[in-house]
C-alpha cells in the first residue's frame, strides 16, 4: 500500500522548532522532505529563536483559543509517549533531552489563578492545587524577605522541561534518518515572496532533490521579511543560564512591591546538562540583544528564594554561566497555520508562536500535515 506522500517532496523552509517537528511528522508520514534553515541547530544568532528558549511545558492558551489548546495537549501526551518509549531503551541509545519533573506554579497575594487558567488542569499528571503555607509554598514564603511578595496560591504538577539544544539536534537527526536532508541557507524575501520561493526550488534542484510540490513557512520572526508579514513582532526575553540543575520547574507571577510593576519570573534545568536557565523578561517590540544588568539582578533575586540548591556560588549566590536575549515570534492575532498560493507555488504558513513555540509544536505539526495533504492531494471528502 503507498504511504500518504509516496514522491510528493515538501521543502519546510525554517529549521527551528517548529520547522524540525513538521519536518520529522512530513516524512514518518511518507513525504520526501528537505529543510531550508537560515540557521539550524548547533547556530547561536538572535534571529534563531528556538535556542533560546526554556524550555518547559506549560500553556499560554486559554478557553479563548481552543485551537492552541489543542495543540498544548497533543504535545504533552506525545511527549509522555515518547519519555515512556526512551524508558524502554538502553542506557546508551540516544535520547531527546526531555525529562518529566515536577513543576510548580506561584502567584502572589491578589493574584488567585481562575479556573480558565486552570484549564489544563486534567490533562497533565499529579495536579493538585495548594495554600501559600502548604508543601513547597509554604518554604518558599519562609525564605522569602519580608517587604518582598510572597507567595498566595500554588499549584503542582507533573511536566515536561527541555534541553533545548539536545532536543533541536535529537528532531534533526530522527529526520535525517527518515531521509529528510537540511540545507543551511537564508533566503532573500526582498523582492517578494514569490521570487523567493522559486529561489528555494533552484536551491533544492542544485541539491538533487527534486521538483517542489508544497512548501511550509515555519519561518518564525523572518516571515516578517520573507513573506512580508506586517503583524510579526518580537518579545523580547532576557534569561541567566546558572550552574546546576534545579529539583523542580517553577513559573510565578506577581507585582514587584517597590516598582509596583508586574513581573514574571521562571526556574527551568535543562535536562543532563548540569545547568538551569532562569527568567524572565517579556518586553513586545523590542529588537535589542543585548543584555540589561538590572533585569540580570531582578531576575536572580525573584529565582532565589525558590531555588536554594543553586545557590552555590562562593558568595551564596548563583553560580552565573551567561545572560543572554532572545526574539519571541510573535503574531498580532494569533498564529498563522494555513494554507495560499503564492503564484505558481503551494505554501501552508506555521509561524507566529511567540512564547509557545515548543508546546505547540506537536499539534501545529499535525495541523500542518493535514494541511501538506490537503495542498497535495486535494481535500478529504
Request: net charge negative.
Given at each position: 500500500?503507498?504511504?500518504?506522500?509516496?514522491?510528493?517532496?515538501?521543502?519546510v523552509?525554517?529549521a527551528?522548532?517548529?520547522?524540525?517537528?513538521?519536518?520529522l511528522?512530513?516524512?514518518?508520514?511518507?513525504?520526501?522532505v528537505?529543510?531550508?534553515?537560515?540557521?539550524?541547530?548547533?547556530?547561536?544568532?538572535?534571529?534563531?529563536?528556538?535556542?533560546?528558549?526554556?524550555?518547559?511545558?506549560?500553556?499560554?492558551?486559554?478557553?479563548?483559543?481552543?485551537?492552541?489548546?489543542?495543540?498544548?495537549?497533543?504535545?504533552?501526551?506525545?511527549?509522555?509517549?515518547?519519555?515512556?518509549?526512551?524508558?524502554?531503551?538502553?542506557?546508551?541509545?540516544?535520547?531527546?533531552?526531555?525529562?518529566?519533573?515536577?513543576?510548580?506554579?506561584?502567584?502572589?497575594?491578589?493574584?488567585a489563578?481562575?479556573?480558565?487558567?486552570?484549564?489544563?488542569?486534567?490533562?497533565?499528571?499529579?495536579?493538585?492545587?495548594?495554600?501559600?503555607?502548604?508543601?513547597?509554598?509554604?518554604?518558599?514564603?519562609?525564605?522569602?524577605?519580608?517587604?518582598?511578595?510572597?507567595?498566595g496560591?500554588?499549584?503542582?504538577?507533573?511536566?515536561?522541561?527541555?534541553n533545548?539544544?539536545?532536543y533541536?539536534?535529537?528532531?534533526?537527526?530522527?529526520?535525517?534518518?527518515l531521509?529528510?536532508?537540511?540545507?543551511k541557507v537564508?533566503?532573500?524575501?526582498?523582492?517578494g515572496?514569490?521570487?523567493?520561493?522559486?529561489?528555494?526550488?533552484?536551491?533544492?534542484?542544485?541539491?538533487?532533490?527534486?521538483?517542489?510540490?508544497?512548501?511550509?513557512?515555519?519561518?518564525?520572526?523572518?516571515?516578517?521579511?520573507?513573506?512580508?508579514?506586517?503583524?510579526?513582532?518580537?518579545?523580547?526575553?532576557?534569561?541567566?543560564?546558572?550552574?546546576?540543575?534545579?529539583?523542580?520547574?517553577?513559573?510565578r507571577?506577581?507585582?514587584?512591591l517597590?516598582?509596583?510593576?508586574k513581573y514574571?519570573?521562571?526556574?527551568?534545568?535543562?535536562?543532563?546538562?548540569?545547568?538551569?536557565i532562569?527568567g524572565?523578561?517579556?518586553?513586545?517590540?523590542?529588537?535589542?540583544?543585548?543584555?540589561d544588568?538590572k533585569?540580570?539582578?531582578?531576575?536572580?533575586?525573584?529565582?532565589?528564594?525558590?531555588?536554594?540548591?543553586?545557590?552555590?556560588?562562593?558568595?551564596?549566590?548563583?553560580?552565573?554561566?551567561?545572560?543572554?536575549?532572545?526574539?519571541?515570534p510573535?503574531?498580532?492575532?494569533?498564529?498563522?497555520?494555513e494554507?495560499?498560493?503564492?503564484?505558481?507555488?503551494?505554501?501552508?504558513?506555521?509561524?507566529?508562536?511567540?512564547?509557545?513555540?515548543?508546546?505547540?509544536?506537536?499539534?501545529?505539526?499535525?495541523?500542518?500535515?493535514?494541511?501538506?495533504?490537503e495542498?497535495?492531494?486535494?481535500?478529504?471528502?
Amino acid at each position: 500500500m503507498a504511504s500518504l506522500g509516496e514522491n510528493k517532496h515538501i521543502v519546510v523552509i525554517g529549521a527551528g522548532v517548529t520547522g524540525l517537528t513538521t519536518a520529522l511528522f512530513l516524512a514518518e508520514a511518507g513525504y520526501h522532505v528537505t529543510v531550508l534553515g537560515a540557521h539550524v541547530p548547533g547556530d547561536s544568532s538572535i534571529e534563531y529563536t528556538s535556542p533560546w528558549a526554556g524550555a518547559h511545558w506549560l500553556p499560554h492558551s486559554t478557553p479563548s483559543t481552543p485551537r492552541e489548546q489543542s495543540w498544548d495537549t497533543q504535545t504533552y501526551d506525545h511527549w509522555l509517549s515518547l519519555l515512556e518509549y526512551e524508558r524502554t531503551l538502553p542506557t546508551f541509545a540516544p535520547r531527546s533531552g526531555i525529562a518529566m519533573l515536577p513543576a510548580m506554579n506561584f502567584w502572589e497575594h491578589g493574584r488567585a489563578p481562575t479556573d480558565d487558567d486552570l484549564w489544563w488542569a486534567p490533562v497533565v499528571k499529579g495536579f493538585r492545587q495548594m495554600s501559600e503555607s502548604q508543601g513547597f509554598a509554604g518554604e518558599v514564603n519562609a525564605r522569602t524577605p519580608e517587604g518582598e511578595g510572597k507567595v498566595g496560591a500554588a499549584c503542582e504538577y507533573e511536566a515536561m522541561c527541555i534541553n533545548v539544544s539536545k532536543y533541536l539536534l535529537y528532531l534533526q537527526k530522527r529526520g535525517e534518518g527518515l531521509g529528510v536532508k537540511v540545507v543551511k541557507v537564508k533566503l532573500d524575501g526582498s523582492e517578494g515572496f514569490e521570487k523567493a520561493l522559486r529561489s528555494a526550488a533552484e536551491i533544492v534542484g542544485k541539491e538533487r532533490r527534486g521538483k517542489v510540490d508544497c512548501f511550509v513557512n515555519a519561518t518564525g520572526l523572518g516571515a516578517k521579511q520573507l513573506c512580508g508579514d506586517v503583524k510579526m513582532y518580537p518579545i523580547r526575553g532576557q534569561t541567566v543560564l546558572v550552574k546546576g540543575e534545579a529539583h523542580r520547574t517553577i513559573t510565578r507571577v506577581g507585582i514587584d512591591l517597590k516598582s509596583g510593576e508586574k513581573y514574571g519570573a521562571y526556574s527551568i534545568p535543562r535536562p543532563g546538562s548540569g545547568m538551569t536557565i532562569l527568567g524572565g523578561t517579556k518586553q513586545a517590540g523590542v529588537w535589542d540583544e543585548t543584555p540589561d544588568p538590572k533585569e540580570t539582578e531582578r531576575i536572580l533575586k525573584q529565582n532565589a528564594w525558590a531555588c536554594p540548591e543553586l545557590l552555590t556560588g562562593a558568595d551564596g549566590g548563583f553560580e552565573i554561566v551567561s545572560v543572554q536575549c532572545g526574539l519571541r515570534p510573535a503574531r498580532e492575532g494569533d498564529a498563522r497555520v494555513e494554507r495560499e498560493m503564492v503564484g505558481p507555488w503551494k505554501v501552508v504558513h506555521a509561524y507566529g508562536h511567540a512564547g509557545s513555540g515548543y508546546q505547540n509544536s506537536v499539534g501545529c505539526a499535525s495541523d500542518v500535515l493535514a494541511l501538506v495533504g490537503e495542498s497535495v492531494d486535494g481535500p478529504k471528502l
